[in-house]
Structures are given as structure tokens and as C-alpha cells.
């Protein structure tokens, strides 16, 4: 009798995508970059990798599977590998796994799903190979990959300094209800920066005298209403200049009685606050049926960080 060979190890991590309730910009430094105070709130649209052993000197592999799979990388430029790698490069290992990665959260639309897969992977790679990293260590090699990498790990709601990176948990009671819009062709968020610097950068305000305050209460009340109504973005000027039809998603919106709307990030993801889960549905359908949109997610925040299933 022969003996069916058994399963290689794997560990399944999820993570959550994100929106900026509120984004501010400050004026391009010397080193290229733009010093930013962000409020991120983590949303329960996920992304899930799943680490599956292989054997040594195998290196890294990437699958992909869900809504627009097909615009995902499967090489070195995919940051789910870059985490693997980075990863295996600290500890002093050979970089050794077959990532899978189940897209829930909408591609290049300014949400951090390459962001959530890098975290899930940093995750689950760090238990497929007991490595036994603290969060704190796992948080300083995510922010090596990208500014929205450490919220992902961090989930729920938080304000992040410099580049988005340093971050601090913020008090979030009650559930909020978004609607987002997308588009098939996405906008380069350096494109974006460059187009923020012409219109007002040189203007910009130091981000250090940014005033959140009704945002930050309004989130600690649970007020959706509050929310919806302290909701910012500097980069949405330049959203707009470069893509000019998400001015009538924002207006769809907004006519169907959203608490806030506004451009998510770098866009060109439209994202509007609801006062329910049915209300969120019926801006999605009005999106759809006025063409304002290439696809439509509903969901609710806040989402917790990654985690092992």
C-alpha cells in the first residue's frame, strides 16, 4: 500500500485595506518626500496570503486569485515577495515559499492592497518559518516596504506621521458603513504628488499645525454624521485636476444623501460614508446605473490588523 504524501506546511494570514479619513500634505522636502498626518481606519475589505512550504532553494512563488487577479504581479515587483524577501534577508534564511494571494481588496485604487498583502506575508512567513519576530520588529521591516505596510499590521484606527509610517493607535468606537467606487484604469499616486506640488505645494501648510480635533472626537463619539462631515483630503484637488469625471462619482454621491464623500488617497477611488448598510447598497446601485463607476464595494470599518486564521 502506498502512503499519499502529506500536505506541505502553510499558514493563511488576513489583512485589511484602508481608507484616509483624513490626509494631509506638507510641502515636498529635500530627501523627495512629503511629510504627511493621516487618519487611517482599517475596513473590512481583506486580502488573504496563504505561506505553503517548499522545498530548499525553491525561492519565492506568487499565485493570485479574486476580482482583477489579472493586474497583479507574479514577480520580484510584487510587494507580497519583496516581503518574503526582506524577511528571509533579516533572519538570515534562504527565501523559500509559494504565496497565494486572494485579492478582496480593490487594485490601484489608493486602498493598500499591495500594502495588505506585504503585511499578511511579513505574517504568515514569520510563522511558516518561526522566526518568532515581535510586532514591533515585523513593523520596522513594513515600513522598509511601503508607508501603508505598518497600518495594515496594525489595523482598527490610527494616525500616522512622516511618510504614514509612525503611527499611533486612535480611539474609534461604533461601526461606520462605506461605499466606494472604482476604476479599471488606476492613477499613479507620484503623478498625483507631482500635480499636488504645482497646484499648491509651495503654499502647503506645515502638516505640524494640522487640526483634526472634530474628526478625532467625532470618531471617539461613533457620530457617522460628525465623521462624514470632518473627512479631508489635500491630494483630492489634484485627484480631480488629472481625472476629471470623479467629480460626478463624488456628486452622485453626495445627491444620494452620503454623510462624506471625497477622493480616497491618491485615488481614483471614490469613497462615501453611509448612514447604514442599506443606504451604502443604494449609492453603490445609484453609481452603477449612472455608469459613474467600473466597479462598486460596500463594507464597514474599523477592521482588525493581520492575523493568523
Given at each position: 500500500?502506498?502512503?499519499?504524501?502529506?500536505?506541505?506546511?502553510?499558514?493563511r494570514?488576513?489583512?485589511p485595506?484602508?481608507?484616509?479619513?483624513?490626509l494631509?500634505?506638507g510641502?515636498?522636502?529635500?530627501?523627495?518626500?512629503?511629510?504627511?498626518v493621516t487618519?487611517?481606519?482599517?475596513v473590512?475589505l481583506v486580502?488573504?496570503?496563504?505561506?505553503?512550504?517548499?522545498a530548499?532553494?525553491?525561492?519565492?512563488?506568487?499565485?493570485?486569485?479574486?476580482?482583477?487577479?489579472?493586474r497583479?504581479?507574479?514577480?520580484?515587483?510584487?510587494?507580497?515577495?519583496?516581503?518574503?524577501?526582506?524577511?528571509?534577508?533579516?533572519?538570515g534564511?534562504?527565501?523559500?515559499?509559494?504565496?497565494?494571494?486572494?485579492?478582496?481588496?480593490?487594485v490601484?485604487?489608493?486602498m493598500?492592497?499591495?500594502?495588505?498583502?506585504?503585511?499578511?506575508?511579513l505574517?504568515?512567513?514569520?510563522?511558516?518559518?518561526?522566526?518568532?519576530?515581535?510586532?514591533?520588529e515585523?513593523?520596522t521591516?513594513?515600513a522598509?516596504l511601503?508607508?501603508?505596510?505598518?497600518f495594515a499590521?496594525?489595523?482598527?484606527?490610527?494616525?500616522?506621521?512622516?511618510?504614514g509610517?509612525?503611527l499611533?493607535?486612535a480611539?474609534?468606537r461604533?461601526?461606520f458603513?462605506?461605499?466606494f467606487?472604482?476604476?479599471?484604469?488606476?492613477?499613479s499616486?507620484?503623478?498625483?504628488?507631482?500635480?499636488?506640488?504645482?497646484?499648491c505645494?509651495?503654499?502647503?501648510?506645515?502638516?505640524?499645525?494640522?487640526?483634526?480635533?472634530a474628526?478625532?472626537q467625532?470618531l471617539?463619539?461613533?457620530?457617522?454624521?460628525?465623521?462624514?462631515?470632518?473627512l479631508?483630503?489635500?491630494?483630492?484637488p489634484?485627484?480631480?485636476?488629472?481625472?476629471?469625471?470623479?467629480?460626478?462619482?463624488?456628486?452622485?454621491a453626495?445627491?444620494?444623501?452620503?454623510?462624506?464623500?471625497?477622493v480616497?488617497?491618491?485615488?481614483?477611488?471614490v469613497a462615501a460614508?453611509a448612514r447604514?448598510?442599506?443606504?451604502a447598497l443604494?449609492?453603490?446601485?445609484?453609481?452603477t446605473?449612472?455608469d459613474a463607476?467600473?466597479?462598486?464595494?460596500?463594507?464597514t470599518?474599523?477592521?482588525?490588523?493581520a492575523?493568523v486564521?
Amino acid at each position: 500500500m502506498t502512503l499519499a504524501a502529506a500536505p506541505s506546511p502553510s499558514v493563511r494570514v488576513r489583512a485589511p485595506g484602508k481608507v484616509n479619513l483624513s490626509l494631509r500634505v506638507g510641502p515636498v522636502e529635500e530627501d523627495g518626500y512629503h511629510p504627511l498626518v493621516t487618519v487611517f481606519q482599517a475596513v473590512a475589505l481583506v486580502e488573504e496570503v496563504t505561506a505553503t512550504e517548499v522545498a530548499d532553494g525553491a525561492g519565492i512563488s506568487v499565485t493570485v486569485e479574486g476580482p482583477q487577479a489579472d493586474r497583479v504581479p507574479l514577480d520580484a515587483t510584487n510587494l507580497a515577495w519583496r516581503a518574503a524577501e526582506l524577511l528571509a534577508e533579516h533572519v538570515g534564511i534562504s527565501p523559500d515559499v509559494a504565496l497565494h494571494l486572494a485579492k478582496g481588496v480593490p487594485v490601484a485604487g489608493g486602498m493598500a492592497g499591495g500594502s495588505a498583502d506585504a503585511a499578511a506575508t511579513l505574517v504568515a512567513c514569520d510563522a511558516l518559518w518561526g522566526t518568532g519576530l515581535s510586532r514591533g520588529e515585523l513593523s520596522t521591516l513594513a515600513a522598509v516596504l511601503g508607508s501603508d505596510v505598518p497600518f495594515a499590521l496594525l489595523g482598527h484606527t490610527a494616525v500616522g506621521t512622516g511618510r504614514g509610517h509612525l503611527l499611533t493607535p486612535a480611539m474609534s468606537r461604533g461601526e461606520f458603513h462605506w461605499a466606494f467606487a472604482t476604476r479599471d484604469e488606476g492613477l499613479s499616486t507620484p503623478a498625483v504628488y507631482r500635480r499636488f506640488d504645482e497646484l499648491c505645494g509651495p503654499t502647503a501648510p506645515p502638516v505640524d499645525v494640522v487640526d483634526d480635533n472634530a474628526l478625532m472626537q467625532a470618531l471617539r463619539a461613533g457620530d457617522p454624521s460628525a465623521l462624514g462631515a470632518a473627512l479631508h483630503n489635500d491630494l483630492e484637488p489634484a485627484a480631480l485636476d488629472l481625472r476629471p469625471e470623479l467629480e460626478r462619482t463624488l456628486e452622485i454621491a453626495r445627491n444620494g444623501g452620503a454623510l462624506g464623500a471625497m477622493v480616497s488617497g491618491s485615488g481614483p477611488t471614490v469613497a462615501a460614508l453611509a448612514r447604514s448598510r442599506q443606504h451604502a447598497l443604494a449609492i453603490a446601485a445609484t453609481w452603477t446605473a449612472e455608469d459613474a463607476a467600473d466597479s462598486v464595494w460596500c463594507t464597514t470599518a474599523p477592521a482588525a490588523g493581520a492575523r493568523v486564521l
